[in-house]
């Protein structure tokens, strides 16, 4: 066990990055905030006057120079995650980065190749399902043996339509909806399926509102199916016109049963029985969905370094997430499947 | 068995008599519906031209002498069915009533006296509940002893909220809310949880919405609690003013787990997810409700009389349903606890 | 309107045969069943007997020639249909088909010539689901523009399993699963979607336990994706092995909101809270979910005929159901997408 | 605004005791659990080693007398809270108390009356489901006219069975199931419904599964009917014996709606389809159900003292509750209805 708690920066204080910071700073145990880094002064100013962090750098080198470092949180552009990661072990400092860990594969076995070289420090990917109790419920009851053996699993990401087409913006750097937003349940399939390598993808989508993604050649909702080498077959669904909020959902078919993990995406406990009839409000987006997520996971992070334990998931579950985001991106801009 | 089909004859053509007539005209098997009885000349008219029931008498008298005439049902008013049924067993007619047998104990009384002078003729109470589909699930599987022991249970029937206050004209006669419409809860009640006499009741109640009931010394919603001598407990609740839907539910606990009938008056199979979150429609009104059960009910009936046996409840339990709706309905009125 | 009641003949009498026969000689409005038809005397006596169906025939051609004849259900095997149907269409009578209407295109389109040269005559395939109040509601609401406009279909139909395996031993003449399964999802997505013509479909799927599925090339467990003209998408999933129960289900995701028809396949409206869990019990076969709907559809068909209306779905919809259902199974078999 | 956190002890450091210990000392923001009260040595110990509580009194008069004390939290036995909350006022210092006030009315006065005469003091009893955040969803929308104008609560408090009957040991000093368990359900009634005084209750109870608690006057299954001088009504159940988990619900009618809170207890977003039909486990016992509104409870209490702001419940709240619960209680007893 580290005697002392760790000594924790954080690259990027954008709206996921506070949550982050506000959790290390304020509910992880173990953990102590000691930098940010941000290229906007009011992003520090805000981390300096609301938690307390007395050191913020404009320069990511800078921070991971900054006396004593631990480790570093990375909530930046995924463009900067390999560059950013492969910086932070050369400077010997354990590293979290948020999903993906790259849009191409090249950069992801550069980082694996560099990490290999540092096997004391620990890197680990955000992928925040793995951290929520429901799928580790589902995930425990699965190994336990509860649905025989798990063949087939179905999950969506979906997020609640937001008119003003925010996200059409990012379109021509987000890799493709099937890189930005399935990369999560490819990784939860492939966990939860306890699957092998992928052998066949197949996807196609579809433009519901968002005409202007045209020009970024994305759609705003996508059906992908996934061949793994064990025979297992997994549908994703992504989409980002959903009326009723944010639904992520992932069933897994087992020989002996079936589990499903977020069926209906209740916000909370209220049940309104009025005019509209019997009905429960929505998880907005997935800020409100994953908030206790994204607390476990910053803590079985500091955890795993304090212990010297395994990460839960490896970077090599990162590369193959997103070979695999890559694959049916592909199938869905060819119009045909696709073998790995 | 009763080799040629029961000819039937009905007395009351309004909602629930064509309901009823419809149902024998057309899918009783083994019911042959022969004759109507209602002092308005287009109800007759309706049972001629819809259902091709030949004969139509605006008096009951008429109707217990048609020619060949086996049973009777009546959909009257509740003040009617006491002497209308004595005066079909006296004529040698089985006899279906809708519920409640009667508003006072006494009228009740009289008709097991009839009854006990005619042991081959079979008279029947419509509690419909007996005979829908989930509600004798619910009674198999208690039975079978799938929740214990039960000791405890919950009922309610609440109804959509009818701005007009059409129900209002009938508060005068209806016997009040409990007396009207619980005696269905205490009856589902008593059957399922298998329970003996009454001891002790307490009930009150309130006006939500319908003001003018005060007039009729009613109100729009009560509670109700029964404590039977086995120890047995029910609590009972009755509405008129519901927003969403026709809501009736029943819920037994036992000392091995609950069994709940209707806990979501869904509509049907379908849910939506829209702005309004993840919602299913309610069924509007009992009608809809219970629409088998009223069909499953004619048909039993039919068949007890066919094949001589026992109908599934007695006229003992129509009387104890009334001695405790009485009893509640004094408890509401007094404001204490009402020994029986 | 037709005068008297239709004089339907059955042909086929196992145990949809049965079903079938029952509603149209006990249940259905305006039907008179005259005659049945089965190479088994066992069968005919049981129509006889427990129907009062007159006249058996064990030949096809005799059942057709019965004197007065309006109409014939088809309840035989698959292969059968096409023949069949063009039989009756040329004796002269209206004919009810249970789906598919064939397993190949050239028999579709021989039946859709034959019914041409026959406009005054119904044919109707047998697509349940068209019939079901909740798909009914569904619809009605789609079309009413409940979820706006309608852009992807997600259907499955899973069926418990069946240890024994019975079924295997009629794949080498079904089709495969996902023509003699999901060809209902393809009607079922099409009518909701109001979908166009298919342009491209892909399929995989998996053995989960039925082994010796692998003789006659045919799997256990099957998805598909199809992309229609109008860019609408539709994902299918077929099953034999479910634990669970019967479970057909579909969901329509439009620009609007998303409307689920048996999101839980729940049997009754029972609810158990015991040691495992809230739970409800699920429909155990397509027989016990769809009992109301296969009464609706030969009450429509009836109608159809005695009011000389047109059929609610075309034997272009049967076509188009076997055309993609065709489409999805070569995929399933080649490992590739297939372009209609 | 409070500079610094504030200083804390905490009195009682059993089960409840080290969950409030826990979070106080790790995380509620301005916070500082700087001493811990506990007859016993190795609870003091535990305190010390897990949560860096450098100070351990055995004595409450030397925990009030600690240097710089802010506030305590009292989770001791409820006949202690009355005169240790009374020495913390004295001793000037803010005082948290865990439910319920006190088992007698006399008391409840003498607290409020000692606050009364330090106004600038803070005193809140932990009454956690205030702190639910779907509670005070249900409290927003009914407070925002979602459900117009409410009138009828139902509300439970329900553990799953012990069949050790561990609790029985406690019934002599409990106050009986009513106070201990409906207090809760009382206070929330009372908050959701925004009513006044009680003016009449009546309640009935039998015992299901454990025959000892007889000796102590006791029963494992009640239900009480609570009237309000508006002329609201609430009903109430509690329960030591369900088979399924720790079940706490409560629903509230108004006259345009009806809103649920935790009418299923699920323990998570995991749904299982098997052999045992669709299911969901459901929460153990309370402390799973409210560890969320445990942390929220105590950090509210942090603020309002902080900010010196007015607790969102008053110790009028706490004796009302009480007042209320001694009054079900004595109509458990007597079996008549009682006026207050």
């Not at 990375?74 to 995650?81: A, C, F, R, S």
């Not at 979290?96 to 890197?123: G, I, M, Q």
């Not at 206790?292 to 970077?315: K, S």
Request: charged fraction near 25%.
């Amino acid at each position: 066990m580290h005697a002392s708690p760790l000594k924790i920066g954080i690259a990027g204080l954008g709206r996921m990055g506070r949550r982050h910071a506000t959790n290390l700073a304020q509910r992880v145990q173990g953990a102590e905030l000691v930098a940010g880094c941000s290229p906007l002064a009011e992003e520090l100013a805000w981390a300096r006057d609301t938690l307390g962090v007395a050191h913020g750098y404009a320069d990511y080198a800078q921070l991971l120079a900054h006396p004593g470092l631990d480790a570093v949180f990375l909530v930046t552009p995924t463009t900067l995650h390999a560059d950013q990661i492969i910086a932070a072990l050369d400077a010997g400092v354990h590293v979290f980065s948020e999903k993906p860990l790259a849009l191409n594969l090249a950069d992801c076995l550069r980082v694996e190749k560099e990490a290999a070289r540092h096997p004391k420090l620990k890197a680990m990917i955000g992928f925040v399902r793995r951290f929520d109790a429901s799928y580790r419920d589902a995930a425990d009851k699965i190994r336990a043996g509860a649905i025989g053996r798990p063949f087939l699993a179905r999950s969506q990401t979906t997020d609640k339509n937001d008119p003003s087409g925010f996200f059409v913006r990012f379109a021509p750097t987000s890799g493709g909806i099937l890189l930005d937003m399935s990369v999560h349940d490819i990784d939860t399939v492939r966990w939860l399926l306890g699957a092998g390598a992928a052998r066949r993808v197949f996807a196609t989508g579809t433009i519901a509102l968002h005409q202007n993604l045209r020009d970024a050649n994305d759609v705003d909702n996508a059906v992908a199916t996934i061949e793994f080498e064990g025979g297992e077959i997994a549908t994703i669904y992504a989409s980002r016109t959903m009326a009723h909020g944010h639904d992520t959902m992932t069933e897994i078919v087992g020989t002996d049963g079936r589990i499903t993990v977020g069926q209906n995406p209740r916000l909370n406990r209220v049940e309104i029985a009025d005019a509209w009839g019997v009905r429960n409000e929505c998880t907005p987006t997935f800020y409100e969905r994953f908030a206790d997520a994204f607390l476990n996971e910053a803590q079985v992070f500091v955890d795993v370094v304090r212990e010297d334990a395994e990460p839960p998931l490896t970077l090599e579950d990162a590369t193959e997430a997103t070979r695999i985001g890559i694959a049916v991106t592909e199938s869905l801009r060819s119009k045909r499947s696709v073998e790995l």
